[in-house]
């Protein structure tokens, strides 16, 4: 690539056409040959590059295609440099270098990210800065790659508010219907979205046991997302509907005070495999036609529209419903 000196492409990335990171937020995996996805917030991408050259280097991509700062309204600007102080955090806990240098260059991809280079004793001349260009890079074993990861992701995660400890994904159980019911009225933004009123007192046990006509109850799942003793997230989830080879997700909710951490982004990931283990060939959900965030999100994950428009009363709503599909 040669950044503006190619006007004709560089016009094209600016606009979001052809923008090889626009590309890479939409890959439904983690890995490719430039870094290893660390989380999705509502604002960024946080990628910890092959290139290790510096060890800690993370990228933090504005999910937003915009070429300068000053284009995201100041809330979303907010939100992202948010995510890029978490980072540094993160990586400064981890690493422990003796500064940290923060990059805003895209004078090759014109597509909003930062560069957190950890800077160490031992690199270089203190007063200038760190380029790793034309530098051959160094890449880290795999295992030891992963367990780097592991420990940026978590000590991130923490900074921005997203508590300690790995999720877990189990089943509920009968006895957990109080605290469901607790995330369900959490969520009742999800819910007057969906039906046009909150969560309704019984609303727990009717995601727990409604099952659609034509699905059969044993392939019904309805998985609690744990972090810590805490109930965040909750997933309905259904194998071979509405059709044999076939997983449908029915509601994914996460708990409003952890929403812009990754953890979302998480459930998903988690779902993708879940569907994959049980023999289905394709992953099926539908958003409300109005809820562009929801289209957006689902669509950095591989979810594209079947062209399907699903027309019902919910509640005290008439919902029109978009079916989003992706190949697994």
């Keep these: 690539m040669r950044g503006w000196l190619d006007r004709d492409s560089w016009e094209r990335m600016c606009r979001g056409d052809e923008c090889p990171l626009c590309e890479a937020m939409a890959l439904p995996h983690d890995q490719d040959r430039y870094g290893v996805t660390l989380l999705r917030t509502d604002s960024s991408l946080v ?5 290790q050259r510096q060890r800690g280097y993370c990228v933090v991509v504005s999910v937003k295609h915009v070429v300068e700062p000053f284009q995201l309204p100041p809330d979303e600007a907010r939100a992202f440099f948010d995510d890029v102080m978490a980072v540094a955090s993160g990586v400064h806990q981890t690493c422990a270098p003796v500064k940290v240098n923060y990059e805003i260059l895209g004078n090759v991809i014109p597509h909003l990210h930062c560069h957190v280079f950890p800077r160490y004793a031992d690199d270089g001349s203190p007063p200038g800065p760190l380029t790793l260009f034309g530098e051959p890079p160094v890449h880290l074993p795999d295992e030891e790659m992963v367990a780097l990861a592991t420990r940026l992701r978590t000590a991130i995660l923490h900074e921005m508010g997203g508590g300690e400890g790995e999720l877990r994904f189990e089943p509920l159980r009968r006895d957990q219907l109080p605290a469901l019911q607790a995330l369900c009225e959490a969520c009742s933004d999800y819910f007057e979205l969906m039906t046009g009123a909150p969560a309704s007192p019984t609303e727990a046990h009717g995601l727990m046991h409604a099952v659609p006509e034509t699905a059969k ?37 996460l708990h409003p005070k952890l929403r812009g951490h990754g953890h979302g982004a998480a459930m998903i990931r988690w779902m993708v495999e879940w569907a994959r283990a049980q023999g289905c060939v394709r992953l099926r959900l539908g958003v409300a036609d109005d809820n562009a965030r929801a289209r957006e999100v689902l669509g950095r994950h591989g979810f594209r529209p079947t062209g399907e428009r699903i027309s019902r009363v919910s509640g005290a709503r008439r919902l029109v419903l978009l079916p989003l599909e992706r190949e697994l």
């Design 217 to 253: 109850a044993a392939d019904k799942l309805v998985i609690g997302v744990h972090q810590g003793r805490d109930l965040i997230g909750a997933l309905d989830l259904y194998r071979n509907y509405p059709r044999p080879g076939l997983a449908w997700m029915g509601i994914l909710l």
């Design 47 to 51: 990628r910890l590059s092959r290139n």
